[in-house]
Structures are given as C-alpha cells and as structure tokens.
C-alpha cells in the first residue's frame, strides 16, 4: 500500500485557501508597490508648480488608499494563512498520534522518548513552516517575476530582460547557492537538535540518578559543550545568513541604479515626464522585498527533509515494520487467508467472552534476511489454560506476545484467535487482551481514574469491586482521600507492589478473557512478589493466563510450563513433569527457591 505524503493531502484540502493566501499576498505587493509609485509621484508632482490642482489631489487619495489597502489586504493574508496552517498543523498532530497509537506495544523498542517528543515538538512545527515560508513566498515571487517583467516590457523591452536578470539572481542563483553551502550544516543542526532532545529527555527521566551518582556537574558540562556546538553551527549559518542578505541587497540596490538610469533616459527621450522617475525607482523597493525571502526559504529544504525521513519512519512502523513488509491483518504461508480478511465488525460477542489462541509453525523476523526471532512454535491455548514462558532474555519471549497482541503478523506460519489472524483485530484487541506489565503507567490523577482506564463508563462501585480483587482494600483505607486520592507523577506516591495493584485492578475492571502478564513482579522483594502473584491468580480465575518471566515463582500453579531459547521451545510441559525430566529446568527452580534443594535433599534423608 503506498503510504500517503504529508503535503500532498493538505494541498488539495486546502486548494481554494491555498489560492486565496497567494492571491492575497500577491495584492499585498501589488498595493505596497502601487504605494511607493504613487507617493514618489506625488513627491516629484509636488516639487514643480501643478497645472491643476487635481493632479496632487488624485495621488494623495491613492497614497491614502493604496496605503490603506496594504495594511488591510496584509492582515487578511495572514488571518486566512495562520488559520489554514494552524488547521492544517492540527490535522498532522492527528496523524502523527494516529501512527503512534498502533505501535504503542513496541514503540519503546524502537523509538526513544526524545525521539518522539522531537517528532511531536520540532519535525511537525518545520512541516507546518513549508507552506508559510517556503511555498507561498516563492508561489508569491514568481508571480511578481512575471507581472515585473511583463509590466517593464510594455516601456523596454531589453530593460526587462535586464531586470529579469537581476529578479532571476535573487529567486534562483541565489538560493541555488545558499543551499549547496548550507544543506550539510541545516541537516547536521537539526540533527544535533534533536540529539539534545533525546539527552535532555534521558536526563529528566533519571535525574535522580544522576544526583544520587553525584555526577550531575559533568551532565551540565557535557549538555553545555553539546548547545555549544549546536550554537558554533548556528552561528556559521547566521554569518553566511548575513552575507547572503548583503548579497541581495547589492543586487537591489544595483537594481535601484540601473532603473533610475533606465528612467533618466525615459525622461530624456520624452517617452514620459520627469515626475515619474521618482515613482519608478522607489516601486524596486516593495518588489525587491518579495524576492528577498527565497533565499531563506529554500535554505530550510534539508531541514524539511530530515523531518520528512523521520516521520515516513515513524509512519512504517504500522504496516511495513509491524508485519515484516505485509499489511498488517494479512495471513503469511499457513494463515487462514478467508479468516484475515473478516471485518472488524464481524467479531461477535463470543469473542469478547472467549479466546481459542491458535499458534502454529508461527515465526517472526524484523528485517527481511535477519535473524530469526521467533521459529517453527506451535501452541494452542483454549479459554482458561494458564501458561508460563520463560527464558532468557532475547530468547524471543517479547515477540511472541506481540504476535499474541496482534502488533506483529508472523512472517512465517499463523496465530490466530477464534480462527481469525490476530493481527487483523487492530483496535478491538483491548476487548480481547490486556496486558499487566511490569512498570504500569499511573496518571497524575486520582486512583479511581486510573482504574477507571479499565472501563470509562465504570461506576463508583464498580471501581470499588475491582480493587477489592486486588487487595487494594487497607492501601485505600490508608489513603487522605480514599479512591480520589491522587497518585501524583508516575504514582509516585505507592510503592511498586501497589502499583502493580493499581495496574491490576485496572486489568479486572477490562475484564478481557487473555491477560498478558510481562514480568510484573520485577524489581519486587520475594514477600511483595508471592502476594501479588497470589492476588492475580485468585482474581483471575476462569481467564486464559500467559505469563513470561525469569523467575520459576509460582510456575507450580500454570498448566503448563514453556522454556524458550533462540527463538524455539526447548522444553515444555507441567511444573511437575519438568521438574522430574529436565534437570536444566530443576536447577533454575532450585536457584529461585534456595530453600527448595535443601528441603529436598532433607525429605530424602
């Protein structure tokens, strides 16, 4: 599918206003121009006696009105311009947040947060800089070209070919040469932008790392030393900036010299009064100033580009990234080509209230001749089975939930859910799958709009119920403000077990019929650990279970256990029947349970 550009779609939108904005700057120099003309008329009309006092009186009206006009037309210009693109800059947001969203259960894996606040902050705010400073001032400048040249050749026409001279360096030779100096220093400071981006990001997050290490003396110093090589480029860019400004500016006032001469000699062959050399020298000026900004205007492109790389990136990641080169929701060799190509509106309520996850000869690799992340699995997990995955890491546990999820489409065999590609689901997956992972994200909100997260339309009491499921029943009780009690930034208030309880109430209130569990007890003490898993496996009682971990904690109570390694299943099977088969497997148990040897060694004696 070819993906759709990022100006193409705004400029047909937006054809009419596009039309409207150029018109209206194009009168806007018509009027300024019209304004010098008539003023250095009037000047000039002004010096010598007037046969008719009419012939000052007409031209003070046309100062007054074209001066008039100028600011008016102006100010619509800009209302109609800054209306269309704040429009249209609002319609790009939509869409840059529209391509994120899909890839919210891997887009930490490939983008950074400052990455991604660049996109949002920077990358769009330049895109939105193409129409105002780039596309509508050189649509703008031609337009002047032609009406200049034409306008000079009803008088001379070799003069005009002159002038067009002049009007040609200021809106093609001059900007030729003002992006091949500058290109490679516009890319490389919008990339050492967006660097900092990601540095000052990092450093936000784990400030309090960087002040417990003491070092934050040497992260200032090296953020300043990174701002002023950014600076160094910027000012290298503003120097060529000034020299290109005296450049144009020489040829405008080369210009200026060349038609006061043009027009002296006018003068002198009788072709018109003297009183019109004034106005024909003072009309460069407005025209000069449409011509001026196409330099700049054009020394933005690689600036533009780099955006548009980033964001054609981004915008990869749903179908190209996500299943391997295919659209997503399509089948790979093995799927059930009738069943990926079922409408969203298909899925019945049995859906919802039941999964049959169907895995076979499944197999994913993120670039097309890369190493495989997962191959040749085959599984099937019926309503209600509760599994355990473990390996290490790398060992493709996290890809084979993403193929669960939906976010990836197997490159080689299927998993579906009900008989269905479970990639085809999109949006409807949170109706079918939740997912407890182990650092949830709590808002700066109260706790009951967090677990609210679960289910908007959820009542009070209903919160209510699923927290009690949680054991979330004295940490509430503790609470200033009980269920509207604010969590703070980042739950900052609670600890990580009451997080995860948080998070999990959050789970109950979904009420899916698969929840994921990835790693939720990570990061916890072994008491706060064997609770919470105690406290999910009673809550979710009845629902489909699919746990990855490193740990063999509470692998006794899973129907089934799964040992992966380089992308396949090396071993599986019960707790029990691992236990007596795999020595690899009773090793790891014993490591997790140190006390576990011991009590077996003693009941052998």
């Known amino acids: ?18 039309l409207l904005i150029v018109l209206l700057g194009a009168l806007t120099v018509f009027s300024a121009s019209s304004l010098m003309y008539t003023s250095g008329f009037l000047i000039s009309k002004a010096s010598i006696p007037p046969e008719n006092i009419l012939m000052i009186y007409v031209p003070i009206v046309g100062v007054r009105a074209f001066g008039t006009s100028r600011a008016v037309i102006h100010y619509v210009e800009r209302l109609v311009g800054h209306d269309t693109i704040l429009r249209i800059l609002s319609k790009m947001r939509q869409r840059l947040y529209g391509i994120l969203e899909p890839q919210a259960l891997f887009l930490s894996s490939r983008f950074r947060t400052g990455d991604i606040l660049g996109m949002l902050a920077d990358d769009i705010e330049y895109l939105q800089n193409v129409y105002l400073r780039t596309v509508f001032p050189a649509v703008i400048s031609l337009i002047i070209y032609v009406a200049a040249v034409i306008a000079i050749g009803t008088f001379d026409v070799r003069f005009a070919l002159l002038v067009g001279l002049y009007i040609l360096v200021l809106v093609a030779v001059l900007p030729l040469v003002s992006l091949l100096l500058t290109q490679k220093r516009q890319r490389q400071i919008k990339q050492e932008r967006n660097r900092l981006y990601q540095k000052l990001t990092d450093a936000v997050l784990g400030m309090s790392d960087w002040m417990i290490s003491g ?28 020299l290109r400004m005296f450049l144009g500016q020489s040829v405008v006032g080369l210009g200026v010299v060349s038609m006061i001469w043009w027009a002296g000699g006018q003068f002198a062959q009788g072709a018109f009064p003297g009183t019109l050399i004034a106005a024909f020298a003072l009309v460069v000026f407005p025209v000069a100033d449409a011509f001026l900004p196409v330099s700049e205007a054009i020394e933005k492109i690689p600036q533009y580009r780099n955006s548009l790389e980033r964001l054609g990136g981004v915008a990869a990641g749903p179908q190209e990234l996500a299943a391997g080169g295919r659209t997503v929701g399509g089948t790979s060799d093995g799927g059930d080509s009738g069943n990926a190509d079922l409408q969203s509106s298909e899925v019945g309520s049995a859906v919802v209230n039941s999964a049959h996850i169907s895995i076979r000869g499944a197999g994913y690799r ?16 019926p309503q209600g089975k509760k599994i355990a995955i473990i390996g290490r890491s790398g060992a493709g546990k996290s890809t084979l939930l993403k193929m669960i999820q939906g976010a990836l489409a197997p490159t080689a065999g299927a998993v579906t859910i009900n008989g269905r590609a479970a ?31 679960g289910d908007p339309e959820a009542s009070e009491e209903q919160i209510a119920q699923a927290g009690a499921l949680a054991k979330l029943g004295d940490l509430i009780a503790s609470l200033p403000a009980g269920y509207d009690t604010r969590v703070r930034e980042a739950g900052q208030r609670f600890s990580g077990g009451e997080r995860q309880r948080i998070a999990l109430a959050r789970i109950l209130l979904q009420n899916t019929p698969v929840v994921l569990l990835d790693e939720p007890t990570v990061g916890l ?4 650990e064997r609770e919470l898993l105690s406290t999910i496996f009673a809550a979710m009682e009845g629902k489909t279970l699919i746990w990855v971990t490193h740990h063999l904690v509470g692998a006794e109570r899973m129907d089934e256990v799964i040992f992966m390694e380089n992308g396949r299943v090396e071993m599986r099977g019960t707790h029990a029947e691992l236990m007596a088969s795999e020595p690899r497997y009773r090793r790891l148990y014993e490591l997790d349970r140190p006390g576990y040897g011991a009590q077996r060694a003693t009941s052998a004696n």
Not at 218 to 237: G, H, K, M, N, S
Not at 366 to 381: F, H, M, N, P, Q
């Open 423 to 453: 990639a085809s689901y999109g949006e409807q997956i949170p109706s079918i799958i939740s997912v407890l992972n182990q650092r949830p994200h709590l808002f700066d909100t109260t706790v009951a709009n967090n677990i609210r997260l």
């Open 366 to 381: 993120y670039a097309k001749d890369g190493e495989w992340s997962v191959r040749d699995l085959t599984l099937d997990i």
């Open 525 to 528: 003490d072994p008491r706060t």
């Open 215 to 242: 070092r934050q003396g040497q992260f200032v110093e090296t953020y300043e030393a990174d701002e002023q090589a950014v600076a160094r480029t910027d000012a290298a860019l503003r120097r060529w900036a000034r």
């Open 1 to 18: 599918m070819k993906r759709e550009g990022w100006f193409a779609p705004y400029v047909s939108s937006y054809f009419w206003r596009f």
